[in-house]
């Protein structure tokens, strides 16, 4: 992997502290108390479960064939729906889904317990507005360029910016989500499919092996708590490693890279490069042997009919934006 080098914007010099009244801050909300206690509960609760398993691996009882399965396949609902529901369909507009599509990739998104899709949605079009200048919310670039300055820059842009309690105003980055009346429902009941996403493996489990607490509270541990722990730091890491590290293709204002082994867990956001050269793209893997599971995923709704208006990648456009 190679460093990225040239920014079209400087970064702000190491040692120095944002500003109080930093770019993209106005209107800003701030988390009340309550929901920061929870926050810290949702990034050290799967860690610390985490431990917890290696423990029961060590000892002999380890993760089970059914806890597998449902740990995939819940990974898979609730990553998609951050890929192709939150990023690429509601903070992009890549393409257009059908009400019913629509709904259900929100929901997916909520499931990943990254926080409500109104928020993400405005986080994320903060973080293009301002990507790697200040303002970004989370750049691993936010304190310079010294090596010191780096390591405490990733861990900013992968963990830290979400303990920030100031957040991107959702009236200024997201009205439109606002104003939607279905994506309204479904972030207001964000509390909800949290829930859902954290206790329909073990009830799954409990139901599928008839009655055995053991089984449900084994799937709670692995397809749960792990699995949410897995999905946020594949996450984080498109945000801290995919604007530090890996390799640059295309033309960008911002410090953006590919970074293939994070490809497939993912979901095809890692060709982070290209993203960055054309937000609104539905594919971000666009040169071969770059896979990318989201756009087959847009790909196979846009056959079914489920989805219009897909803005795939033109080769004139790639033609111009190579580096």
């Known amino acids: 992997m190679t460093v990225p080098t040239a920014l079209s914007a400087p970064v702000r010099p190491a040692g120095t502290l944002a500003s109080p009244a930093r770019p993209g801050s106005e209107g800003a909300r701030r988390r009340p108390v309550a929901e920061q206690v929870l926050l810290y509960g949702f ?5 610390l479960a985490l431990l917890v398993g290696i423990g029961l691996a060590v000892a002999g009882h380890g993760i089970s064939l059914l806890d597998a399965v449902l740990a995939v396949v819940f990974y898979a609902v609730s990553g998609l729906g951050v890929t192709v529901g939150y990023h690429r369909l509601l903070t992009h507009g890549s393409f257009k889904a059908r009400r ?23 986080d994320h079009r903060r973080h293009h507005q301002f990507s790697d200048r200040d303002g970004d919310p989370h750049s691993p670039w936010r304190f310079g360029t010294s090596p010191r300055a780096v390591l405490k820059g990733l861990w900013w842009a992968h963990t830290g910016w979400l303990f920030d309690r100031e957040q991107s105003s959702k009236a200024r980055y997201a009205p ?11 972030h207001r009941l964000f509390p909800l499919w949290v829930t859902v996403s954290v206790l329909a493996p073990p009830l799954i489990a409990f139901a ?11 799937a709670l541990l692995w397809a749960s708590a792990v699995r949410i722990l ?10 801290s490693i995919c604007h ?8 960008t204002r911002d410090r953006s890279t590919n970074v293939w082994p994070l490809s497939v867990l993912s ?20 040169d071969k042997f770059q896979f990318d599971s989201s756009a087959r995923l847009i790909a196979l709704f846009e056959w079914l009919g489920w989805v219009s208006d897909v803005r795939w990648p033109r080769k004139e456009r790639l033609a111009a934006k190579r580096a």
Do not use: C, Y
């Open 208 to 218: 599928v092996t008839g009655g055995s607490w053991l089984a449900a509270g084994s």
């Open 267 to 286: 979901f095809g956001e890692s060709w982070h490069n290209w993203h960055h050269a054309d937000p609104t793209s539905a594919r971000h893997g666009v």
């Open 176 to 186: 439109d989500l606002l104003a939607d009346k279905d994506i309204a429902v479904v």
């Open 100 to 122: 019913p599509l629509r709904v259900a990739l929100a929901i997916g998104g909520s499931m990943s317990v990254e926080g409500d899709v109104v928020q993400w949605v405005a």
């Open 230 to 239: 897995l999905l946020h730091h594949v996450t984080w890491s498109i945000n």
């Open 43 to 47: 990034v050290v609760g799967p860690f």
């Open 244 to 251: 530090a590290v890996g390799e640059q293709r295309f033309q």
